[in-house]
């Protein structure tokens, strides 16, 4: 990686850490945060409105940032669901969390997509998996 990648990368990391820092609950941390595509998936899903934007994940939530269209630059928070809400499941082929779809009761159901086999989507389906778990056993007892 270049020094000019390395450096954007510190700046773009220190403007999400600032935006998420002002909306994040005193005991939430911020995890670890990506690009991603996402849109609603469908019949014709290759027709689908699709969205760039940043999805931060922290110990509690997923949240969707919209990004400018010329800057790229975090803009506004489309969306904050709390991972105990949210059903998530692997969509994408290959089965390597390339692309995520995840719902909550009573919404349709959205579709993250990235790069490729992203880091972001296998912690995502864990901490979902590990919080739903969590809430079953805690209910039984």
Avoid: C
Avoid at 1 to 21: F, H, P, T, Y
Avoid at 29 to 58: C, N
């Amino acid at each position: 990686m270049s020094s000019l990648q390395e450096m954007s990368r510190q700046r773009s990391d220190a403007r999400i850490q600032r935006l998420v820092s002002q909306r994040l609950d005193t005991d939430e941390k911020l995890l670890e945060w990506t690009r991603v595509w996402h849109s609603r998936p469908g019949r014709l899903h290759i027709f689908a409105a699709r969205y760039r934007d940043i999805a931060v994940l922290t110990d509690a939530r997923l949240i969707l940032f919209d990004v400018g269209w010329l800057t790229r630059r975090p803009r506004r928070r489309v969306l904050a669901d709390r991972l105990s809400q949210l059903t998530v499941e692997d969509a994408s082929k290959a089965k390597d969390a390339s692309k995520i779809r995840f719902a909550r009761s009573g919404r349709r159901s959205m579709l993250l997509e990235f790069k490729s086999a992203a880091p972001f989507g296998v912690e995502l389906l864990q901490r979902s998996g590990r919080i739903a778990n969590e809430i079953i056993s805690s209910g039984t007892k």
